[in-house]
C-alpha cells in the first residue's frame, strides 16, 4: 500500500507517481473540477461470495475465455494478424466494427486483472496487444476495415464507418490494462491515433470529423483525465461541435439518427439510435465534469430526464424499436416488441453513473441499479456462455433471445467489461468521505480523500434479504461522512451506528451518517424488501392497467417454466391478493421467488373475438410463481412477461 | 334494358352478346362455380344522397382531377409520352411503380363513368389509353422504368421491380373501363402483355416468373373471367405455386416478406408486407371461387381469421408495423405507432368481399362493413383533396398525417376506386334472391338470376339513424328471398314486412325474408345505434383496460379540436357515464357525435414518474365530445385518440 500513502499527500494536485496508475478510479475523476464525489479503483472494491461475486465469476472463468475463442473462430483476431502478413491471408472476415468487439473484450479482460491477477490472462492480452499494434500504419492509423483496396474510403464513410467508434473502445481497453498494470503500450497505440486526428483533422482548414457511432468522447475525455493532455478533451470539444454538417453533407435525419453532428447542446430529447444517443450524452456528462459547461450540463440534465421520465423500462432498459435499434417516442414503451439491447442498457447505467458524480442525486444511482439488477443483468446467462441482444419484457418459448454469438459482437464485451469492474460501481470518495451506492457483500480497501486509509466490510443478503452489515474502519478515528444510499423502493429503512438507531432515513435518498468513525465502528441497515406492485405512469399506453412485480432492487416476471398450467399472456394479478415469497430450488437457488394468486381467464382467449361490447373477465384463480426477470429463458425459452393485467388494483 | 333481357337468358352460360361489358358485376362471379353469391354492376347501384354518396361526389368532382392534375405535374403521365418519343424527354421521374398509380387513377375514373358518364372524362380515359399503349413495345412489354439503360435490368429484380404489380393494375383498369364503356383498347393492350408473359415465362424451361408484389393474381383471375380464357387463371395458378424458389434464388425472408414464392397453401399466417399479403390472400380467394381447391380454400379462411382474430384495427385497419409496412405478431396493434396503411384496409376489405361472395357467411361483410366506415373513409378528407398513407389510432398533432402527395401514391387511387365503384359493394344476386350487405340511400335496378327486373330502393338514416325502408320492386310477383344483413353491433333490431313483424332477427347474420314478393312491398328494418363501449381481447396489449365508443358502425376518436381544455392522452372513461348522441354542427355536419363523462388525472402525468408503487387514478370530472374516427385531423392536425382509459369499466 505505499503508493497509497505517497500519493495520497498529493491528492487535489496531479498524482504523477511512477504507480500513478494504481490510483485511477474506474472513471479518473479525482482531478475532475465539477465532480462531486469520485469513483474508486477497480481493485480497492472486492466483491464477496454474493450475487455480484457469481456473475463476476462466471464471466472471468467461463464468458471471457469462451468469447475469445469465439472471437478467434469468427476471424476477429485474424483481421489484425494478416495486416501483418504478405499475403494479406486469411482474407477479413465479420462486419466493419469487428476490432471494437476485441477490444471491448480486453478492456473487460483488463478489469478483471485488478479482480483476479492472471498472468496468464496477462501475457495472452500482452499477445494481442502486440497483433493489434503490428497491425497499426506508421502514421498512427488503425483499422482492420479500412485497408488495402478499401483504405481510399478511410474518412469517406463517416456516417456508417465506425472508425471513430473502434477508437474509442482501442482507447478504452488501453486506459483499462493501463490501470491494471501499469503497461502503457496499447494505451499508447492508442494515443497514436488520436495524435494523426489531431494533426490532420478539426475544423476548416483541416479534414472533418464525426463521431457516426458516438464512443469516441468518453474515451477522450478518460484519455485527458489519464493523461492530463487537454488537446484529448478539446478534440471531443470539436466532436461535439456540430460544426461539420456542411463540410460532411449530414441529412437532418443522420442528425437524429447518429445523434452526432450538430451542436450537443441543441438536444431535446433522446432520440435515433438509443446506444449512440447514450454515448454521446455520456460523453457530454464527461465533458461538463471536466467543464462545468452550463449549456451542456442542462442539455445532459434534459436528456437524463428524458429517459427517466419517458424513455426506460422497470427494467433499465432501454431502446424501444427493433427498426433501426432507436428509441421511440415519449411513453413508447412495447413490452414483446421492445428491443432493448443490453448495450443500450449499459449505456444508460454509465450516464447515471456520470450524472451521479456530477451531482451526488441519489436518483441517478437509482435508474443505474434498476438496470444493474434487471436489464443488464439479463444480458448474460447464469453459464456465462450465452447472451443477449435484445431484451424484451415479455417473449414466447419461440422467440431465441439467448444465444452464444453474434455476428455483431457489441454486446457480450460489454456486459463483461461492466461485470469485470463491477465493485467499483458501488463505492464512491468525496471531500466530506465515502458513498456506498449499492449493497452486496463486498471489500473496499482504500483510503479518504483526506488521505486516511479506509476499510469498509459489507456483509448482507441483498439483493434477497435485507440485513446489512457495514463495518467502517478508518486507518485512524477521523470525523466523515458515510454517505449510504436509501433505495427508492426501501419504503421503511431501519439503520442504526453502533446499535444506536437513525431516525428520518428518507427514501430514494443518501442517508449522510456524519460522526467520529473509528475502526470497529458498525452501521446495520435493515432494507425493506416487501414484494411490490409496480404501476406505470399511464402514458406508457401499453402497461395501462397492469403491474409488474418487484422486491427491492429485483423486478420479476412469471415465466412458464414455473407455470406449467397456465398461458402466462392470459392470466391476470389479483390486487386484494398477497405477495409471498419462497426461496428458489434447482438452477434458480439463492434467489427469492414470489407467489400470488393470479385470475385466469375461462378458454382460451383466441377463442374469443378481437372486439366486444363486454370485456373478457377472468375469475379463475391460479396460483403464480414468478422469478426475477434477469433469468428469463436463463433455463431454456419459455413463454414469460413481466406486466400483467391488474384485476382489484385501482385502476 | 336490352341487354339485361337478352343475357338474362343466357345466365350461367357465358353472357357473350355484344353487350356483355354491361353484364358484369364489379367482381364478374356469374360463372364462377363456387361462389355462393355474385356482385352486381357498378352501374346497377346507384349511391343516393347520403354519407356514401357525399364521399363518391366528392371523389368524382374533386378528387379524382386534382389527383390527375398532381400526377400529371409529378411526370406520371410524361413517363409514358417519352417513350413515344425519340429523345425520351422529359427524363423519367418518381418511384419505379408509378405506372401502377396512373392505372389506378384510370380504374377509379372508369369505374365513376358507370356512376356519372361524363364524355370528357371518357375522352380522357382515351387520351391516356393511347399515351400508355404508345409505349407498349411490340412484344407487349409495357413498362415505363424498364427501358432504354434499365432494359437489360427487366425481370432481372422480380422481388423489387414491381412489373407485374403494374401489369395487374393496368388489366384491372381495362377491364373496369370495358365494362364501363364496352371499349376493349387498354384492356387488349393488358391482355397483350400476358401473352408475352404466357409465350416465355412459366414453369422451366421458360423463364420463372415471381409476383414481388401480389397483385396480378387477382387481376388474372378477373381477366379469366371476364374473357373466359382459362389460360390466364393457370398463369394465376403457376404465381401461387411457389415452384421457382430455386431458380430466383429466394430467401426465406423474401418469401416471408413478399408474400409470394413459396406454395400459396403452404401459408399459415399473415405475415410480412402487409398489402402484399392480403392482396396475394385476396387472388387466391378468387382462386377458390374459379376452381373450389381445397387447399386453397382452407388456406383462405385461416389467413382470413388470422386477420379478423388477431390482426385488425378495431377501423379495419390493418398492418402494425411502419418498418417494412408490415403485419405484426399476433395482437400486435399499438395505437400511436399503428402504419394501418390505407390500401391495407382496402385489401383487407377486397379479401373479405371475396370471402363473403365465397361462403355468404355474414361475418365477412362485417369486417368489410368495419374498414368501409372507418378505416378506408379516414383515407381521404373530406374536401377529396388530401389523403392518408397511414392511418393511426392516436397521435399527436404534430403529426401531419394527412397530405395532398406522396411520392409512393398507391393509396389516394386505391381510395378512388373503391369510392367510385362502392354502391357495387352493397348488393349481390343469388340463385335465390337479392342480398343486402350495407345500408345507406341507394337505389338498385338489376335483376333476380332468375331474370326478372328487380329494382330496390333503399331510404335509411344510415349511418346516424337506425330507421331503415327498403321497397322491393320486382318486375313480376315472385317468390324469392330477400337477404338482408343484421349487423352484429345492431343488438336489437326491429324488422317488419309490410307493417307486420319479423321475430327472430339475430345481429351477426342474415335475415333470410323468403316470401312472394311484389311491386309495393316495403321492407321497414330499424337498426339499433345504442353507442357502446368496445373492448378488446385482453391478448391487444395496447388496448388492455381500455374502450373504444363506436355507435352503428361508425368507430370514434377523442380529437382536441373538440375538446380543447382536455389532454386527450391523459383522460379516462368512466364506465358509469352515459353516452349521449348530439348532431354535429360545422365541418361535421349531418354527422352524430358522442358525448359523455369522462375522468381527468390531476396535473399533467408528464411531472409523475415513469413507475410508482400506486397507480395514478383519475378523478376529475370532464365532459369529454367524440367525434367519428373517419374524421381525425379532416379539420386540421390536433391530438386524437380512439381508445381511452376506462374506470369503472369492469376490468
Given at each position: 500500500?505505499?503508493?497509497?500513502?505517497?500519493?495520497?499527500?498529493?491528492?487535489?494536485?496531479?498524482?504523477?507517481?511512477?504507480?500513478?496508475w494504481?490510483?485511477?478510479?474506474?472513471?479518473?475523476?479525482?482531478?475532475?473540477?465539477?465532480?462531486?464525489?469520485?469513483?474508486?479503483?477497480?481493485?480497492?472494491?472486492?466483491?464477496?461470495?454474493?450475487?455480484?461475486?457469481?456473475?463476476?465469476?462466471?464471466?472471468?472463468?467461463?464468458?471471457?475465455?469462451?468469447?475469445?475463442?469465439?472471437?478467434e473462430?469468427?476471424?476477429?483476431?485474424?483481421?489484425?494478424?494478416?495486416?501483418?502478413?504478405?499475403?494479406?491471408?486469411?482474407?477479413?472476415?465479420?462486419?466493419?466494427?469487428?476490432?471494437?468487439?476485441?477490444?471491448?473484450?480486453?478492456?473487460?479482460?483488463?478489469?478483471?486483472?485488478?479482480?483476479?491477477?492472471?498472468?496468464?490472462?496477462?501475457?495472452?492480452?500482452?499477445?494481442?496487444?502486440?497483433?493489434?499494434?503490428?497491425a497499426?500504419?506508421?502514421?498512427?492509423?488503425?483499422?482492420?476495415?479500412?485497408?488495402?483496396?478499401?483504405?481510399?474510403?478511410?474518412?469517406?464513410?463517416?456516417?456508417?464507418?465506425?472508425?471513430?467508434?473502434?477508437?474509442?473502445?482501442?482507447?478504452?481497453?488501453?486506459?483499462?490494462?493501463?490501470?491494471?498494470?501499469?503497461?502503457?503500450?496499447?494505451?499508447?497505440?492508442?494515443?497514436?491515433f488520436?495524435?494523426?486526428?489531431?494533426?490532420?483533422?478539426?475544423?476548416?482548414?483541416?479534414?472533418?470529423?464525426?463521431?457516426?457511432?458516438?464512443?469516441?468522447?468518453?474515451?477522450?475525455?478518460?484519455?485527458?483525465?489519464?493523461?492530463?493532455?487537454?488537446?484529448?478533451?478539446?478534440?471531443?470539444?470539436?466532436?461535439?461541435?456540430?460544426?461539420?454538417?456542411?463540410?460532411?453533407?449530414l441529412?437532418?435525419?443522420?442528425?437524429?439518427?447518429?445523434?452526432?453532428?450538430?451542436?450537443?447542446?441543441?438536444?431535446?430529447?433522446?432520440?435515433?439510435?438509443?446506444?449512440?444517443?447514450?454515448?454521446?450524452?455520456?460523453?457530454?456528462?464527461?465533458?461538463?465534469?471536466?467543464?462545468?459547461?452550463?449549456?451542456?450540463?442542462?442539455?445532459?440534465?434534459?436528456?437524463?430526464?428524458?429517459?427517466?421520465?419517458?424513455?426506460?423500462?422497470?427494467?433499465?432498459?432501454?431502446?424501444?424499436?427493433?427498426?433501426?435499434?432507436?428509441?421511440?417516442?415519449?411513453?413508447?414503451?412495447?413490452?414483446?416488441?421492445?428491443?432493448?439491447?443490453?448495450?443500450?442498457?449499459?449505456?444508460?447505467?454509465?450516464?447515471?453513473?456520470?450524472m451521479?458524480?456530477?451531482?451526488?442525486?441519489?436518483?441517478?444511482?437509482?435508474?443505474?441499479?434498476?438496470?444493474?439488477?434487471?436489464?443488464?443483468c439479463?444480458?448474460?446467462?447464469?453459464?456465462?456462455?450465452?447472451?443477449?441482444?435484445?431484451?424484451?419484457?415479455?417473449?414466447?418459448?419461440?422467440?431465441?433471445?439467448?444465444?452464444?454469438?453474434?455476428?455483431?459482437?457489441?454486446?457480450?464485451?460489454?456486459?463483461?467489461?461492466?461485470?469485470?469492474?463491477l465493485?467499483?460501481?458501488?463505492?464512491?470518495?468525496?471531500?466530506?468521505?465515502?458513498?456506498?451506492?449499492?449493497?452486496?457483500?463486498?471489500?473496499?480497501?482504500?483510503k479518504?480523500?483526506?488521505?486516511?486509509?479506509?476499510?469498509?466490510?459489507?456483509?448482507?443478503?441483498?439483493?434477497?434479504?435485507?440485513?446489512?452489515?457495514?463495518?467502517?474502519?478508518?486507518?485512524?478515528?477521523?470525523e466523515?461522512?458515510?454517505?449510504?444510499r436509501?433505495?427508492?423502493?426501501?419504503?421503511?429503512?431501519?439503520?442504526?451506528?453502533?446499535?444506536?438507531?437513525?431516525s428520518?432515513?428518507k427514501?430514494?435518498?443518501?442517508?449522510?451518517?456524519?460522526?467520529?468513525?473509528?475502526a470497529?465502528?458498525?452501521?446495520?441497515?435493515?432494507?425493506?424488501?416487501?414484494?411490490?406492485?409496480?404501476?406505470?405512469?399511464?402514458?406508457?399506453?401499453?402497461?395501462?392497467?397492469?403491474?409488474?412485480?418487484?422486491?427491492?432492487?429485483?423486478?420479476y416476471?412469471?415465466?412458464?417454466?414455473d407455470?406449467?398450467?397456465?398461458?402466462?399472456?392470459?392470466?391476470?394479478?389479483?390486487?386484494?391478493?398477497?405477495?409471498?415469497?419462497?426461496?428458489?430450488?434447482?438452477?434458480?437457488?439463492?434467489?427469492?421467488?414470489?407467489?400470488?394468486?393470479?385470475?385466469?381467464?375461462?378458454?382460451?382467449?383466441?377463442?374469443?373475438?378481437?372486439?366486444?361490447f363486454?370485456?373478457?373477465?377472468?375469475?379463475?384463480?391460479?396460483?403464480?410463481?414468478?422469478?426475477?426477470?434477469?433469468?428469463?429463458?436463463?433455463?431454456?425459452?419459455?413463454?414469460?412477461?413481466?406486466?400483467?393485467?391488474?384485476?382489484?388494483?385501482?385502476?
Amino acid at each position: 500500500m505505499r503508493c497509497v500513502v505517497l500519493c495520497a499527500v498529493l491528492l487535489g494536485g496531479v498524482c504523477a507517481g511512477q504507480d500513478a496508475w494504481r490510483e485511477q478510479g474506474l472513471l479518473h475523476l479525482a482531478q475532475s473540477p465539477h465532480a462531486r464525489m469520485h469513483p474508486v479503483p477497480v481493485r480497492a472494491a472486492r466483491l464477496e461470495a454474493g450475487f455480484w461475486k457469481a456473475r463476476q465469476d462466471v464471466t472471468i472463468e467461463r464468458s471471457l475465455p469462451t468469447l475469445l475463442e469465439l472471437l478467434e473462430q469468427h476471424g476477429v483476431v485474424d483481421n489484425f494478424r494478416r495486416l501483418a502478413r504478405a499475403d494479406r491471408q486469411p482474407p477479413r472476415r465479420g462486419p466493419l466494427y469487428t476490432d471494437s468487439d476485441l477490444y471491448k473484450w480486453m478492456e473487460a479482460a483488463a478489469w478483471s486483472l485488478q479482480v483476479r491477477p492472471d498472468a496468464k490472462l496477462e501475457a495472452k492480452l500482452d499477445e494481442l496487444t502486440d497483433i493489434i499494434l503490428a497491425a497499426q500504419e506508421p502514421s498512427g492509423y488503425l483499422n482492420t476495415w479500412f485497408v488495402d483496396e478499401r483504405a481510399p474510403l478511410r474518412w469517406q464513410q463517416q456516417t456508417s464507418g465506425h472508425e471513430l467508434y473502434c477508437l474509442g473502445h482501442l482507447l478504452q481497453a488501453g486506459i483499462a490494462y493501463y490501470r491494471s498494470t501499469g503497461k502503457r503500450k496499447l494505451l499508447d497505440g492508442g494515443i497514436r491515433f488520436v495524435e494523426y486526428l489531431l494533426r490532420d483533422f478539426g475544423p476548416a482548414p483541416k479534414q472533418p470529423l464525426l463521431t457516426g457511432h458516438p464512443e469516441l468522447e468518453l474515451a477522450l475525455a478518460e484519455l485527458y483525465r489519464t493523461s492530463g493532455d487537454r488537446r484529448y478533451l478539446d478534440l471531443a470539444a470539436y466532436l461535439f461541435s456540430g460544426v461539420e454538417r456542411e463540410r460532411l453533407k449530414l441529412r437532418e435525419r443522420d442528425l437524429v439518427y447518429l445523434f452526432s453532428g450538430k451542436p450537443f447542446p441543441e438536444r431535446t430529447q433522446l432520440e435515433g439510435h438509443a446506444v449512440r444517443a447514450l454515448y454521446a450524452s455520456t460523453g457530454a456528462a464527461d465533458y461538463v465534469l471536466e467543464t462545468g459547461d452550463a449549456a451542456f450540463r442542462r442539455t445532459v440534465l434534459r436528456l437524463w430526464e428524458d429517459l427517466a421520465f419517458r424513455k426506460v423500462y422497470v427494467t433499465g432498459g432501454a431502446g424501444a424499436r427493433a427498426a433501426g435499434e432507436t428509441f421511440g417516442d415519449a411513453y413508447e414503451l412495447p413490452n414483446q416488441q421492445a428491443y432493448s439491447e443490453s448495450c443500450a442498457a449499459i449505456a444508460g447505467m454509465i450516464f447515471s453513473q456520470r450524472m451521479l458524480h456530477l451531482t451526488g442525486e441519489a436518483r441517478y444511482a437509482e435508474l443505474m441499479e434498476r438496470a444493474l439488477y434487471n436489464g443488464i443483468c439479463s444480458g448474460m446467462s447464469s453459464s456465462g456462455t450465452l447472451y443477449c441482444y435484445r431484451n424484451p419484457l415479455a417473449a414466447p418459448a419461440s422467440d431465441r433471445i439467448r444465444n452464444p454469438w453474434y455476428d455483431t459482437t457489441c454486446c457480450p464485451p460489454n456486459l463483461q467489461r461492466t461485470f469485470t469492474a463491477l465493485g467499483a460501481y458501488f463505492f464512491s470518495t468525496s471531500r466530506e468521505g465515502i458513498w456506498v451506492h449499492f449493497y452486496d457483500n463486498a471489500a473496499l480497501e482504500w483510503k479518504l480523500e483526506s488521505g486516511t486509509p479506509l476499510r469498509l466490510k459489507v456483509k448482507t443478503g441483498m439483493p434477497w434479504h435485507g440485513e446489512t452489515e457495514i463495518a467502517v474502519e478508518p486507518g485512524k478515528a477521523e470525523e466523515f461522512t458515510v454517505f449510504l444510499r436509501i433505495p427508492g423502493w426501501s419504503l421503511s429503512t431501519k439503520a442504526e451506528v453502533n446499535g444506536e438507531g437513525i431516525s428520518n432515513v428518507k427514501p430514494g435518498e443518501y442517508l449522510a451518517i456524519r460522526r467520529r468513525w473509528r475502526a470497529g465502528d458498525r452501521v446495520r441497515i435493515v432494507f425493506d424488501l416487501t414484494p411490490r406492485r409496480v404501476f406505470a405512469n399511464p402514458r406508457v399506453s401499453e402497461d395501462y392497467g397492469k403491474a409488474a412485480l418487484q422486491r427491492g432492487p429485483i423486478v420479476y416476471c412469471l415465466e412458464k417454466h414455473d407455470n406449467p398450467d397456465v398461458d402466462v399472456f392470459e392470466v391476470a394479478l389479483d390486487g386484494g391478493a398477497p405477495l409471498e415469497t419462497e426461496a428458489a430450488t434447482g438452477a434458480l437457488a439463492g434467489a427469492v421467488l414470489l407467489k400470488t394468486q393470479g385470475l385466469a381467464y375461462e378458454g382460451p382467449l383466441g377463442r374469443r373475438p378481437l372486439y366486444e361490447f363486454q370485456p373478457a373477465v377472468p375469475a379463475r384463480r391460479v396460483p403464480l410463481v414468478f422469478v426475477p426477470y434477469f433469468a428469463f429463458h436463463d433455463r431454456g425459452p419459455a413463454d414469460f412477461t413481466v406486466w400483467l393485467p391488474c384485476r382489484g388494483c385501482g385502476f
